[in-house]
Nanobody, 130 residues
Framework: QVQLIESGGGLVQAGGSLRVSCAASGRTFSSYAMGWFRQAPGKEREFVASITWRAGIPYYEDSVKGRFTISRDNAKNTLYLQMNTLKPEDTAVYYC???????????????????????WGQGTQVTVSS
C-alpha cells in the first residue's frame, strides 16, 4: 500500500501560478504510475494529468495542456503538479492518486479513469479568483 498526502493548494488570482505536491509513503513510490485529478463542487472527479513509473512520461487532459506540468521525484517519493496561467475554471479540490494496474494496462482509457487508481490522498483546495 501507499499513503498519499497533498499540499500546496491555496488562493491565487487568474493568470497566476501554483504548485501542488503529493508526498508518498509506504510501498516503493516508483512502483506506481501516478495521477492528478480534480473535483469542483457539483461535478464529477476528472482527470488532469498522469505520469508513468520510472521514465516519467506525462499525459494531460486537453484543457490543461501547455499550462500544467506533472513531474515526480522518485528519490523524494513526491509527485508535483505545476499549474501556470490559472483560470477560474481550474478551481477544484486536487487529488493525487496511485495507479493500481501493471505497466501494460496504462492506456489512454485507463489512466484517465478514477476507478483505475487504488490509492488516493485527501485532496488540497485550489481556488482561482477572477
Amino acid at each position: 500500500q501507499v499513503q498519499l498526502i497533498e499540499s500546496g493548494g491555496g488562493l491565487v488570482q487568474a493568470g497566476g501560478s501554483l504548485r501542488v505536491s503529493c508526498a508518498a509513503s509506504g510501498r516503493t513510490f516508483s512502483s506506481y504510475a501516478m495521477g492528478w485529478f480534480r473535483q469542483a463542487p457539483g461535478k464529477e472527479r476528472e482527470f488532469v494529468a498522469s505520469i508513468t513509473w520510472r521514465a516519467g512520461i506525462p499525459y494531460y487532459e486537453d484543457s490543461v495542456k501547455g499550462r500544467f506540468t506533472i513531474s515526480r521525484d522518485n528519490a523524494k517519493n513526491t509527485l508535483y503538479l505545476q499549474m501556470n496561467t490559472l483560470k477560474p475554471e481550474d478551481t477544484a479540490v486536487y487529488y493525487c492518486a496511485a495507479y493500481s494496474g501493471p505497466p501494460g494496462s496504462f492506456t489512454t482509457v485507463t489512466r484517465s479513469r478514477p476507478a483505475s487508481y487504488a490509492y488516493w490522498g485527501q485532496g488540497t483546495q485550489v481556488t482561482v479568483s477572477s
